[in-house]
Every structure is written in C-alpha cells, then in structure tokens.
C-alpha cells in the first residue's frame, strides 16, 4: 500500500526526534514508556517512509540501526554517560537515514 505523504517526510530528523526525544520525554517525567511511546511512533513512521523510498532492504538495515542504537546505548551510557550515548548513536542513526533514504530526493 502507498502512502502519499510518505515520500515527503525527511526522515534523518525524524530519528533524531525518536531517539532524542524519547529519551529526553522518559528521563524528564520519569515514566519510561511514554518516552518509548515517542520512540515508537518516530520509528513507525520512519520505517513507512523507509519501506516507500528504499524497500526491505533499506528499511530493515535503517530499522536495525535505529532499535539497535537504542538498544545499545544503555549499556553506552554506563561508559560514557547518558548524554554522549544518545547523541552518539542518534549521530549514526539519522547520517545513515539521511544517506540511503533521504538525499535520494
């Protein structure tokens, strides 16, 4: 199925906001999932504009990085610090957004 609007979301902001935001929204209220809530729908909607612009392919490869980035700066975090981490793997994830999906426009 297509979806109109897709093909015009730029989607390396739209992970900074997911990941950044979601864990800015968690650590600022103190309730974790509603910074997942945010996590999440950043994510849903970058995955539909990933799968109309680059497929499965893309899509998935963007969709690993993003969870795994997440995922990983947990552990990141106890290294480094909360801050660096999110930045850090937010940097990856919206670069590798913006270079297989975004400047193909």
Do not use: C, N, Q
């Not at 935001?21 to 849903?44: H, I, K, M």
């Not at 290294?79 to 999906?101: D, Y």
Request: overall charge positive.
């Amino acid at each position: 199925m297509k979806v109109k609007d897709a093909v015009e979301v730029r989607t390396a902001p739209l992970v900074a906001v997911g990941l950044i935001g979601g864990y800015l929204t968690a650590r600022e209220s103190g309730v974790r999932p509603l910074g997942g809530v945010l996590l999440g729908a950043a994510g849903v909607w970058s995955w539909r504009t990933w799968m109309e612009k680059g497929g499965i392919g893309k899509a998935g490869i963007l969709a690993l990085l993003y969870l795994g980035g997440f995922g990983l700066s947990h552990p990141l975090a106890k290294k480094i610090g909360a801050w660096p981490a999110v930045l850090g793997v937010t940097a990856v994830s919206s670069a590798a957004a913006h270079l297989m999906i975004d400047r193909e426009d």
